[in-house]
Every structure is written in C-alpha cells, then in structure tokens.
C-alpha cells in the first residue's frame, strides 16, 4: 500500500533545496544553470572593461588653451580633477570595476568548484542589492559629469559666457566618451540586477 | 481510505494559480497581501508628492541680482529654464509623478475590487520594469542638476569665475530642496521595485 501512494511534487522549500545542494538538478536545469552563469560572466567581464576604459580615459583627459573673454585673453589649462564632477565620476567607476573584479574571481571560483554561481537566495538577494547599488551610482555620476560638460559647451546661459568646449574641445570629447563608458557600465549593472530578479523569481 | 491519504503539499504553479485566481488563499497568506499592499500603495503616495513637490519647487525658482566680474558689474537673472539640466529634472520628475499617479489609480480600483494589486508574474515584471526606468531616470536628472548646481556653488575653477551663489542665494536653495526632493523620489521608486521583487521571489 506504501508503494502506490501518489508521487509527491516537490515543495516550494524542496526546489530552493535542490538549487542549493547543487547535486540532484536535471538535464534541462543544467542547461540552463550553464546559459545564465555564461550570461553572469560575460556581463561582469564587460562592466569591469567598461569601468576600466571609463577611468582611464578621465584621468588622462587635461588640455591648455587660450580663452578671449570681454576682449581679455584668459589662459586656460582644464584637468579632470577641477571638476567636483568628474573626480565623482572616476571614484564611482573605480569603484564599480572592484566590485566586477570581485564577483568576476567568486563566480570564476565557484565555476571551477564546478557549482552553481549563485548559492542560495540570501545570496542572490545580496549580489542583487550591489548590482542596484553600483547600477544606481553609475547612473548618478554619469549624468552629473554630463550636466557639468554640457554646461562647458552650451556656455552658461545667465551670465553670457562663451562656450568653453570651443578652445578645450579635445578635452571636451575625453570627458564624453568616458561618461559613456559610464552610462554603458550602469546599463550592464542594470542587466546584471535583473539577471538576479530572475534567479530569484525562478529557484 | 481517501480521507487517510497524505495532504497535498501545493506546487510551485499551484501557488502561482491561487495568488493569480486570489479566491482560496489563506488567513496568513491574506495578511501578507494587505501588508504588501499597504507598502505598495503608501510608497506611490509619498512618491506622487516627492515628484509634485520637486516640480513646483523647481518652476517657481528665479531670482534677479548683479555679479561684479572683473570690475564690471554683470546683470545675473537666473531662470530654472536656463539650465537644460534643471529642464530635464522637470520632465522627468513630472514623468514620474503621473507613472506614480497611474499606478495608484489601477492599484486603488484593485483594492476596490478587492484583488490583489499584481494580478500575474507578467504584470510584477511591467512593475518592476517601470519603477526600475523611472528610478534610474531621477537618479539621473537628481545628479545631473547637482552637478550643475555644485559648479555654480563653487564657480568654474579652470577659468577663476566667481561664485554664482552668492548674489543667486535664494535661487540655489530652492534648485537644491528640489532635487533633494528627486532623489527622494528615485529612493521611493527604488524601494516599490524592491517590493516587486519580493513579489516576484516569493509567488
């Protein structure tokens, strides 16, 4: 009688079970285990690229030029580190970049201990809040490096300045591709954090 | 014989049915909706008001002064439309009061219906997906007006302007309470996508 009653489906508990001892996954499942941690990889090793190309393209961004003002020929020598801005921007993507490095070596670790990359939901939960946390700060230093270049090309409007991008404008192209390495870096972060809505959603 | 048999632990999609058809959940499971809604509803309220208040805030924002430079003594009339920065808060703080105002509508006419506010695992994703857009966006219209808004503090350092500030006082603190309000905003919108997350790992 023992043996005919109806097979027993797993539980909600059962599935998270099953993730996190990593052993008795099927077939499908670890196809599909194998598609998203390829998907992690890939998207952490981009960001760290990003973040990286980001930083180095700031850093190096400085120029000397003339300025005429009100008749005046005002000397002027624009370095990234003048601006409260851009040294926002180079903190944030630095940081970013660790944080990719990171998780690039757990994930790279447990990808050789041939386990899921993602243990269990607490987890999952974490690397979700980092991934917000950096996606959120890139985003932010991004745009506040842009608001800050586009008011050195547009001039500024309340007091009839020139446009300073005119006489530094090799400087000028520096700071915007950097700040779209920023903006491609948070988009990746971005990715990565819905990457962790649906392991959460799924296991 | 039939009455002996084991009780039936409920499937993942069973669980996903139940919360979907929101007929036979149980005692718990109904004071974890209306907790959940309760959240739910008194962030879009707060964040309805925060975008508000950003809007108002900002457009009312103009002062009139002078700023000696040099000698000369420069009319300063500082206009929030002046700034494309400051404009872009607008759109996007008002972008994200009538997606708070939406939300709220379809969500109240839920409740008077008396359903659960997300009706499918679909439905959690749009939800997610939109709060995510909108977070991002003040997020980035918040530091793209304090980027500006700190250059005009501390003047421009690579050419020796003065400081915009001082003559513009009044107008700085209401730019500043503004976006204060934004980020406070983006924080709300941050959180209901946390809560969509919640929703979509625990259902």
Redesign the interface.
């Given at each position: 009688m023992d043996m005919k009653?109806?097979p027993?489906?797993?539980?909600?508990k059962d599935?998270t079970m099953t993730v996190e001892s990593g052993s008795a996954v099927s077939e499908p499942g670890r196809k599909l285990f194998r598609n998203y941690d390829v998907m992690h990889v890939t998207l952490r090793i981009v960001c760290l690229s990003a973040s990286l190309a980001s930083v180095i393209v700031m850093i190096t961004a400085k120029q000397k030029s003339t300025?005429s003002?009100?008749g005046?020929d005002?000397p002027?020598?624009?370095?990234w580190s003048?601006?409260?801005?851009f040294d926002y921007l180079v903190g944030v993507s630095a940081a970013a970049g660790v944080h990719s490095l990171l998780q690039l070596l757990m994930t790279s670790r447990m990808l050789l201990k041939k386990s899921p990359i993602i243990s269990s939901?607490k987890h999952a939960w974490l690397l979700?809040a980092g991934d917000?946390v950096f996606?959120?700060a890139m985003?932010?230093?991004?745009?506040?490096?842009?608001?800050?270049t586009?008011?050195n090309r547009?001039g500024i409007?309340?007091?009839?300045?020139p446009n300073?991008c005119k006489p530094l404008h090799s400087f000028c192209d520096r700071v915007a591709l950097s700040i779209a390495f920023a903006f491609f870096g948070?988009f990746l972060l971005?990715m990565s954090s819905v990457l962790d809505?649906v392991w959460?959603?799924e296991y």
């Open positions: 009653t109806p027993e489906y797993p539980t909600i599935a300025l003002l009100y005046f005002l002027v020598y624009s370095k003048f601006s409260d801005s939901r979700f917000q996606a959120y985003m932010s230093c991004g745009s506040a490096a842009s608001g800050v586009n008011l547009t409007k309340h007091s009839s300045l300073f948070c971005a809505v959460l959603s």
